[in-house]
């Protein structure tokens, strides 16, 4: 793959005036994700940190359950591919590309439809241990926008983090917001980082894909500095996530569980 | 499909203060497109204009190639469909869903390999008729927010206009960039506007399936608020679009094809 990142010569016109300057402008890769030999997927991205981008793929669509299923993770750059081996055979569901979706975000296609049906707070144990305060979620923020060196320069990708309530522990940049979520994950579980405890800073929109994403990675906090839609707060309700929205300077909007957000501070 | 936004309740935070709200947030559908009966796919989208949605991607996916060749377009909100019936018979290339890319952007998959093969600077005569002023572009920008009343109430969504030098002419909203997009063209084509003396306004990121997009539908000018990607530069030298970038407050960036910008004001 190329590099993240290309010089561009631009017409800066600014106030009526005009110079000739050069530009950096965030560059475009694509990335096949194979497992076990079969396709699964094409995603374009920011051509980087691919083979994080296929795992924490694979793993927040519910395809692989955890590092424990990884055999052998093997990245093609030149032909833009990465080629993920389990140890035991792992089935693609048979409409997996029949039912795909292809969503307003970032590019994950997945049907959401049968996750409707459930109802996941009968099934899993809320985790409410974890809570962090509006300040700690402030301070976090302002980490990662110090971080955010990519969109600095090209003003052209999105940010995703995984924190505890102290400070930032992994970080990416991609195109995609869904591809940045990923890569972190993707990180995570490489890293066999306990995620319980843990939560998800994005610069991007939550919407219902992302949210499920997360949540399969088994994280029940997210904070971006964009909106929510309402199908993600639906399922967020019902999926006993914490949504924080709009996390902006000295102010944030809490969706859901906000008992997890601390406020008595 | 639901309508476009849904109250829900939120505990805003500013500066250390709590107070309980309703806040409205953007509301997401799902659209399912068919071809003559056949599935093409299904997107992620803001349920409004789901016809011009469906026209629009047909069109800019190139599978649609005018007006003249459609026959009837109904639509199923309770559904979630809208089915397209062309006068004669459109082949989906066997490969549609086999070579689709899921993007970075707003979900529209295509492999553009095939197109960086071919030379269209050969095959196209360039339009450089049609030109327009920094400040014309800059009134437009203007416009185009006091238009984005979606966006005004929940912040997440994104815009597209289809305008002329002096005015927008088409407008829409949808949680998906490209989405956006389609919905313009799609209007523009049952209006039977002609596309190569305007302009496609965008509030996101330029990135290579939205570059193509627009060209497609035969359009040489794209200004957006966001980033270009290296990726759409280079297609678009290569079509020959004209991409202005950073359309903000006084200032913007023409990357490509700057004979189309007017600057000796």
Redesign the interface.
Known sequence: M?PA??S?????????K?SDER?T??????LTIFLNGQKV??????PKEEKYLALGYLFSEGIVKGREEIKRVLSYPQREEVRVFTKREVKLSGDF?Q???????????K?FKSLEKINPLEDILLNFDFSLT??EILSLMREFDSKSTLFKR???VHGAALADRERILLFAE???RH?AVDKVLGKALMKKIILKDKLILSSG?I???LLVKVWRAGLSLICSR????????DLAKNLGVTVVG?VRG??????TY?AR?A?S?
Chains 1, 2 share one sequence.
């Open positions: 190329a990142t290309k561009y010569p631009v017409i800066k016109i600014k106030g009526g005009r530009d402008v965030v560059d475009e890769g694509q997927v094409t995603l374009s991205c920011t590309l039912t795909a979706v292809l969503t307003s975000g970032c590019g994950k296609g049907s509006p300040s090209t003003g052209g991609d195109i995609g591809n929109r919407s219902s894909d964009s909106a929510p839609t309402g199908k993600a707060l709009f000295s102010r944030m909007n809490v969706y906000p957000i406020t501070e």
